[in-house]
Every structure is written in structure tokens, then in C-alpha cells.
């Protein structure tokens, strides 16, 4: 079965740090864009961070540049998305997304990618 499952989310404090995982079954992610996107009440989904197959560089929202950083596990067939100081306006549901790997750079545009995971909550108290 093809799917993504997301896990790592839950209840930490601001500034404490966090690690999301982004685990592929069913094909591989070696060659494949996998961007983090969240979501939270009340607004509109936003992309986070993406990655891209080979060394194509990574890419993050401003919000987060700095604090959060993506990573492939190859043999866990696994995309990490460490999130350290996390802030209250970080609180989401935290979704991966697949996109096929075409040689450019990944995007945040949700509408590139065409498999998702459910969703990990992640929230931050201050």
C-alpha cells in the first residue's frame, strides 16, 4: 500500500525542540519531493519546509528558516523535520505531502503534490 505516515507530534513548551518523522511505505523516497506542510485553526494551510531528491538544496518559510531543518533518512525510507525553539504560532497539524522527483527544486505549493499523509498535531504552549 502507498502512503506516508506522519508521526512526533505533541504537547512540548515554547522553545523546547521537536522532531517530526515523514515515513514512505510502498515506493521510495530516494528519488521523490516530500514537503512538510501545516495547518492551523482557523487558517490557511502553509507550506513549511520541502525536499528534493539529490542534492538539490532544501527550502523552509521564513518563519521557520534556521530553527527547523529537513533531512532524508534513506534507509529508513524516512523524511525528519526537526523543528527546534518552537514558538506558539508553530502550533499545527503538521501533514507531509509527495511530489514525483523531476530534477527542479521542491516547492511549497500544495497543488505539486499528489499523496499526503494524515497529519501529526503539534502545539506549543507559551
Known amino acids: 500500500q502507498v502512503q506516508l505516515v506522519e508521526s512526533g507530534g505533541k504537547l512540548v513548551q515554547a522553545g523546547d525542540s521537536l522532531k517530526l518523522s515523514c515515513t514512505a511505505s510502498?515506493?521510495?523516497?530516494?528519488?521523490?519531493?516530500i514537503g512538510w506542510f501545516r495547518q492551523a485553526p482557523g487558517k490557511e494551510r502553509e507550506g513549511v519546509s520541502c525536499?528534493?531528491?539529490?542534492?538539490?538544496?532544501?527550502r523552509y518559510r521564513d518563519s521557520v528558516r534556521g530553527r527547523f531543518s529537513i533531512s532524508v533518512d534513506k534507509a529508513k525510507n524516512t523524511v525528519v523535520l526537526q523543528m527546534n525553539n518552537l514558538k506558539p504560532e508553530d502550533t499545527a497539524v503538521y501533514h507531509c505531502a509527495y511530489a514525483p522527483g523531476d530534477g527542479l527544486l521542491c516547492s511549497h505549493d500544495a497543488r505539486e503534490y499528489d499523496l499526503w499523509g494524515q497529519g501529526t498535531q503539534v502545539t506549543v504552549s507559551s
Open positions: 510502498g515506493f521510495s523516497l530516494e528519488r521523490a519531493k
Open positions: 525536499i528534493g531528491a539529490g542534492a538539490l538544496p532544501a
